[in-house]
């Protein structure tokens, strides 16, 4: 489908004056605007051929061949929580100047108003190392943004929960280039979904009997994930928990049909399903877990500016050898 023939389909379900026409109006309005302030961040868009997102938007409408299900899309677009680099680098930002930064004036007993609190707590960041769960993180970014010097080495849990070492964690990550011993460990991540990783890593780290506290900070976080950190947290005593941004049950798209769900649910439901045949392509073409609601079933409806999540359901992500055309192509990270 062409962005002229998109725009002449889109002006007629505007104009049916059904039920769904009025949704479908606000939707075009908060699209249009998102388009230029947000959308077209998406770096995978930009450092490759796909086209600019009107482009991306006509070919992903057009990929499905029923009317209902193209509207659906569409209003499934209108659900979308889509994070830009500012949104990015500002959750950064809070996850230290609020998470952090309260969680060691906690563990060193600082007073809020001391008059060498912050040289204090400056200390407590030299006693502390920083880490990221998966390498989507970008902890060179958090360390930069923040202004967080002198961590040495940068410790991504994913690449060594198979071949976890304790002892070689604390002599390359809580005792490697510190003036004098770490003692204070943050785990942080970008997005949690379920928290399978995420539970993996917390498990490896409140076992070092040397670190004293641990604190998990995602910045964003599903429910899933957030019911299990919060039992990690109730599990663990050393373990502190504080997300910058728990995502809401409502922004979830659920295999079946929830209580007081958003009305447009159940139509993108039933859409989700009927195409995820076409998404998924032919047998063996993508193997990774092919459920309609993504990765364990999530159901989210989520995308940040570097990559989409395999939580968010695929038809937004997922490029299949059937012909079905994303808008948000993810690009796996064990590609």
């Known amino acids: 489908m062409t962005i002229k023939e998109f725009r002449e389909l889109l002006a007629e379900w505007c104009q049916a004056r059904d039920e769904l026409s009025d949704d479908i109006q606000e939707t075009r309005s908060l699209i249009d605007f998102l388009e230029h302030v947000l959308f077209r961040e998406y770096e995978p868009a930009r450092t490759s051929a796909q086209g600019e997102f009107a482009v991306r938007l006509a070919r992903w409408i057009g990929s499905a061949d029923d009317d209902a299900d193209r509207r659906a899309l569409y209003l499934l677009l209108g659900r979308l929580v889509f994070l830009g680099r500012d949104q990015m680098m500002a959750g950064y930002r809070t996850a230290y100047s609020r998470s952090i930064a309260s969680w060691l004036m906690d563990v060193e007993a600082l007073p809020f108003f001391g008059g060498d609190t912050e040289a204090r707590l400056n200390d407590s960041v030299k006693k502390t190392a920083f880490t990221e769960i998966t390498d989507s993180f970008g902890l060179g970014n958090f360390l930069k943004w923040n202004n967080i010097p002198g961590q040495g080495s940068r410790f991504t849990w994913q690449q060594h929960l198979t071949t976890w070492n304790p002892c070689a964690f604390m002599r390359d990550v809580m005792h490697s280039g510190a003036a004098v011993p770490r003692r204070n460990l943050v785990l942080l991540e970008d997005f949690v979904g379920s928290g399978s990783q995420m539970a993996a890593a917390v498990e490896c780290a409140c076992g070092l009997a040397d670190v004293h506290r641990v604190l998990l900070c995602p ?117």
């Open 219 to 335: 910045i964003v976080i599903c429910p899933e994930g957030d019911r299990r950190a919060r039992a990690l947290a109730q599990e663990h005593g050393k373990l502190s928990y504080s997300p910058v941004m728990r995502l809401p049950e409502e922004a979830f798209i659920a295999e079946d049909t929830v209580a007081d769900e958003h009305q447009h649910h159940a139509l993108i439901r039933n859409t989700l399903l009927s195409l995820h045949a076409l998404v998924r392509g032919t047998q063996g073409s993508w193997p990774q877990e092919t459920s309609a609601f993504g990765f364990r079933k999530t159901g989210a409806v989520f995308c940040k500016f570097d990559n989409c999540p395999d939580n968010t359901v695929p038809v937004l992500h997922h490029r299949s050898d059937l012909g079905w055309s994303p808008l948000f192509l993810r690009i796996a990270r064990d590609a």
